[in-house]
């Protein structure tokens, strides 16, 4: 089992900058891929950013050069810089974590946090 708590949510305005954060209940270095992922009202669930537990990292076209996905295995934490936020990156934000046992991967899922760009 794997919890998941996020954090770092909120209202800025466009062209602003927010940080996320993700806390695991476990070392996360043992994790095999840890994601950011984002749903806007009345959308489907998109990956922002996963990192593999090797720390190679991939990012939607729509965030690439403005977020940034980062880990401290240290604190079991990882965290998604988003920088020159747009109005359409309005969504709750999910962290996101895949295990694979023998024969099976299991998924585990935050309960999201907010962010709204808006001015």
């Known amino acids: 089992q794997v919890q998941l708590l996020e954090s770092g949510g909120g209202l800025v305005q466009p062209g602003g900058s927010l940080r996320l954060s993700c806390v695991a209940s476990?070392?996360?270095?043992?994790?095999?891929?840890m994601g950011w992922y984002r749903q806007a009202p009345g959308k489907q669930r998109e990956l922002v950013a996963r990192?593999?537990?090797?720390?190679?990292?991939n990012y939607a076209d729509s965030v690439k050069g403005r977020f940034t996905m980062s880990r401290d295995n240290s604190k079991n934490t990882v965290y998604l810089q988003m920088n020159r936020l747009k109005p359409e990156d309005t969504a709750v934000y999910y962290c996101n974590a895949d295990v694979l046992r023998v024969g099976r991967w299991d998924n585990y899922w935050g309960q999201g946090t907010q962010v709204t760009v808006s001015s």
């Open positions: 476990r070392n996360i270095f043992s994790i095999n891929f």
């Open positions: 990192i593999a537990s090797g720390g190679s990292i």
